[in-house]
């Protein structure tokens, strides 16, 4: 009755619905992995006897029965009681039948489980919202509805919250295959922090140095310049000082990188926790609609996040958007809240907080990369779910996009955090995830217009459609117009 197709959820609902409708719930099949092979430091640590009590606040929209179940069980299996004050589900106006009166009388069994519903479709942001004002407890935490807490989950982040009002807390998220259910657990000394690039676009990485030989490590907290969104943790108190979230903003989108920045730029700290791991489905795409009155949602939340948080460096943003801003709406009242808490500046969290993004305004060349002996251009698209990115050759449209490229003084040919890498295909180049060791995404843009890399030089092939590496002879074929300047954003 209630089997639904993977086009639904974008996940095996058959691996998920292992039950019975009103049956006893199994847990998620771990038999492919270790998902609790956490190590004895995380199992054995002690925490203070009076930490804060949480609410547990979970947004869903038509999502699948026994994901959703699943969800709110590991939580109230892997939760101390004295630390779990409630659970609030909030029904963003699912149409499924399912997740209404169904929902209601399974969710009776359980006192600690309050559901609310929207009147209307409100998208994540303020659905979360609509959790928030429902719940009572000290501590918020948000989780999606398509997870698993693992065992020894909570404690370390309420610890953490419980040293500092102002501490932001993520767990480590671990990857839920979205065909088998089987966790992939991630040890500690592998864990991946946040980052973003100029596109405003959330990203993972490697701690830097600095942090991987932080006292304690690797089972310390460890700072985290931006986080996913999904799941974390914050005090009420320090939530409220930061003015909570933008509620002018549409479904979801961005909103993670303003609560990112001002964490950081408002007096707080953003952590990842090593010791707590939550398991994740991740799915390609949504398998809702979004339902938003605006074209572009996710563009009108990050040019309101851009307007009151990243100052000067907005324009490295509007220039990718061909200064296409459109209406973002009146953002008085986020800015009123940057200056009533005397935030720093956004100068300052790239040079404190996060050093190792790159700026294009630092490049040693940038623009488009135009061979001499045609008008065409070095263009490339990169998906990191792709094994090989290649990069291509095209008419020079002078429009940046993929056709915008710096080099860096590390000898990196990039654009955003996509990187030639000459490891891809063999005689070619390729784009893959920068990660700045040198090697096989080393190129030298030489002083007599070549592209070198490991001895060999960038041309095009015969009909000007490929790009190979072939041996250095010198031709205009080899020879690449690149404007050997840092890259200046316009701003109008």
């Not at 039950?19 to 004895?40: A, I, M, Q, T």
């Not at 659905?127 to 989950?153: F, K, Q």
Request: proline share 5%.
């Amino acid at each position: 009755m209630y089997a639904q197709s993977y086009g639904c959820f974008l996940f095996s609902f058959a691996a998920c619905l292992s039950v019975s409708f009103f049956g006893s719930l199994k847990p998620f099949n771990h038999s492919f992995s270790r998902p609790y092979s956490y190590s004895r430091r995380c199992k054995t640590q002690s925490f203070s006897s009076n930490l804060p009590r949480t609410a547990v606040i979970i947004c869903f929209h038509n999502e699948a029965w026994s994901a959703l179940l699943r969800s709110v069980h590991s939580v109230l299996d892997y939760s101390p009681k004295e630390l779990l004050q409630e659970i609030i589900l909030v029904d963003d106006f699912s149409s499924r039948d399912y997740l209404k009166e169904p929902l209601e009388i399974y969710m009776r069994q359980l006192p600690v489980v309050k559901i609310v519903r929207t009147k209307r479709r409100e998208g994540l942001i303020r659905a979360r919202m609509v959790g928030t004002n429902a719940s009572t407890a000290e501590v918020l935490t948000y989780l999606d509805s398509h997870i698993e807490c693992t065992p020894g989950w909570l404690e370390p982040l309420l610890e953490r919250i419980k040293a500092s009002k102002s501490n932001v807390v993520i767990p480590i998220i671990e990857i839920i295959n979205d065909q088998d259910l089987s966790i992939k657990a991630t040890q500690e000394t592998s864990v991946q922090v946040g980052g973003f690039d100029w596109s405003l676009t959330f990203t993972w990485h490697l701690p830097p140095k600095r942090d991987q030989i932080r006292p304690g490590a690797p089972y310390s907290p460890i700072m985290s310049p931006t986080m996913a969104g999904g799941l974390f943790a914050i005090h009420r108190d320090f939530f409220a000082y930061l003015g909570y979230y933008d509620e002018e903003m549409e479904v979801w989108g961005g909103e993670n990188l303003e609560l990112s920045f001002k964490t950081w730029m408002c007096g707080g700290q953003l952590e990842t926790v090593v010791c707590s791991h939550v398991g994740h489905i991740f799915r390609s795409r949504s398998p809702y609609s979004w339902e938003s009155k605006r074209a572009s949602p996710v563009k009108f939340n990050l040019v309101r996040l851009a307007e009151t948080w990243l100052d000067d460096y907005k324009y490295l943003y509007y220039d990718s958007l061909n200064f296409d801003l459109g209406d973002y709406g009146d953002i008085s009242s986020r800015k009123a809240i940057r200056e009533r808490n005397s935030c720093k500046s956004f100068q300052w969290y790239l040079d404190t907080i996060y050093p190792e993004l790159f700026l294009p305004t630092r490049a040693l060349a940038s623009g488009d990369i135009e061979n001499m002996a045609s008008s065409h251009c070095v263009d490339g698209a990169f998906n990191d779910k792709i094994p090989d990115n290649l990069v291509k050759l095209y008419p020079c449209h002078r429009q940046k996009g993929n056709q915008l490229w710096f080099y860096t003084d590390k000898n990196e040919i990039r654009r955003h955090d996509a990187c030639f890498d000459g490891n891809i295909k063999p005689g070619h180049v390729g784009l893959f995830s920068c990660h700045g060791l040198g090697g096989t995404q080393f190129f030298e843009y030489t002083s007599d217009n070549l592209i070198k890399h490991n001895s060999k030089c960038l041309e095009p092939n015969s009909d000007f459609s490929d790009l190979v590496l072939s041996p250095c002879t010198g031709s205009p074929r080899q020879q690449w117009k690149f404007a050997r300047e840092p890259y200046q954003p316009r701003k109008t």
